[in-house]
Structures are given as C-alpha cells and as structure tokens.
C-alpha cells in the first residue's frame, strides 16, 4: 500500500469500530495505536464499559480470529495455551491449541487467574510463540492481547506482578458514556447487535504491512534522547520508589510513531513522546506515599516529570 492509502485504512478502520463503540473516540484511536504498534493493552475498568466489543469490533474489521479466555481461579496454564491429546487413531499425542492462538484475545479478568495461569501469557506476549514439551509453536500474526481487570473487587483476585504489567504497552480504561450517548447505545441495540454493521475494512496482510508501516516513521536523533531522558528521570526521581525498564524505552519509542501514524504523518515530534510518555509509563512504576498524596495519580506524576524536561526544538 502507498502512504495515503495506509493513512486512509487506519481512518477507515477507526471509524469502523465507531459504529459500535460510541462517544469513545479518543479510546478507540488509542487501542488502534497500540494494535499497529504491535503492543498489548491492559484494560481496567468497571464491567459492561464495551471492552469485549471493541475487541470483537476490532477483529471483525479485519476478518480476524477472536477468541475470549474467562479467568478464573481453577483455570490451567494449558486452557490458555494448548495441551498434547492422545489420539487413539494414529496412536500419537497430538498439539491442541487453545484460545491463544488467534489474532485478537481478550483475557477477561486476567486478575482472578493464579500467577502460574497468568504468567502462560508472558511467552505469546513477548515472542509470540507458544512451548509446550519442549517444542515452540508460532502464533499467527497479527496478534493482540487484551486484558481486563475490575478495579472495585480485589477478593479472590491476585495482583499482576511487575513483570507482568511491564508486558503491556498500555494501560487505560473506556470510562462511562455521556447521557446522549448512552440514549444512542439503547436505540442502536433496540432491533438488532450493532456487531452485524461490521464488515472487514482491510485484510490481515494488510494491517501487518500498517504494522511495518510504523517501524519505517522517521524519528530524529533528538526524540531519541528525549525519549531515554524521560525513562532516567523516572529511575532517579525522588518520587518513585521503582522507575521503568529499557523495555519501556522501547514501547514508548514504537507507540510515539503509532501515534504520528494516527495523525497522518510519516515522522515523529516531541508532541507525540509527550502525549504516549503518560499512558506507557504510569503503570509500570511506583511512586513513593509522599507523591501520591501530593501530585495524585501515577499518570499525573509522569506529566509532571515530563514537563520538568525540556522538549527538543525541532
């Protein structure tokens, strides 16, 4: 595809998802971010916010293979990734995927799953591959994770661990609609599920080549230390007690040139680390009792630091 037309099937596929997911643009252009930036999204928020439907409405804009996964406290490492079965005709134990290998996979309430089931997805996450006995099965690209968490119970849940949250690129949640919009959700579901009006904008190859598209976005030499300068001042501030790792470098450089994506450009600004700084780090540090009560949330405490550098002048 040619730069415009990348531009244009982005815009479309926004769009897309907007005939289902209402009043949440600035949710769904993110979500779009991070899928093209070849991340994974944590997604906390209360239930029946439209998590499970944009990730279905992202998969059916491309005719993708979506698969759901309920965490639970019984369920198996080898639920999520897949197990040897015998069979009894060919006297073999044979591979048997499970709901991990497809394009987009929501790990609904990923913190009621024990540490040992959630850590089955570190693999798929990072090296988009699956071992099992010994042997590594490669997951279908594109591939997409996204994991949700209800913020208001915490019994019978168990934390995810750093490591954990460090594999996500993102962390946000939809929040509630506005009363119009909510009005606007109640008539579209009066006859039928708005899903139906979703037909595939593009193909698979398609969004890999928007993928690839991302990692050919100019950056100046300038946005890289501006990018590495905003992660060392998070492991040398005095409000926080743990900062964020090289990996985190990386996925703020890769959601920055998703986000220009977004905006049609084929190069990088400081705007863009800027505006991913707050949604890649917040949730990957720890910030000291002092900080919190003083500043507020973790993303508030990344904006402050951010502006405390200065932005490099193009």
Known sequence: ???????AKVDEIIQNIEKVILGKHEEIRLAVAVF???GHLLMEDVPGMGKTMLAKSMAKSFSGNFRRI???PDLLPSDVTGSYIYNQKTAEF???PGPVFANIVIADEINRGTPRTQSSLLEPMEEYQVTADGKTFKLERPFFLIATQNPVEREGTYFLPVSQLDRFLVKMGMGY???DQEVKILLDRETSDPLEKIDPVVSKDQIIEMQNFVKT???DSRIYEYIVEI????RESDKLILGVSPRASLDLFRLSQSLALLEQRNYCIPDDVKKAAPLVLSHRIIPTSPARTEIGNTQEIIKKLVNEISVPIQ
């Open 1 to 7: 595809m040619q730069e415009k037309e990348i531009f």
């Open 36 to 38: 093209l930036a070849e």
């Open 70 to 72: 309920q965490f639970t």
């Open 94 to 96: 044979e591979f048997r």
């Open 177 to 179: 609609p506005q009363k």
């Open 217 to 219: 976005i100019k950056v």
């Open 231 to 234: 992660t060392q001042m998070t």
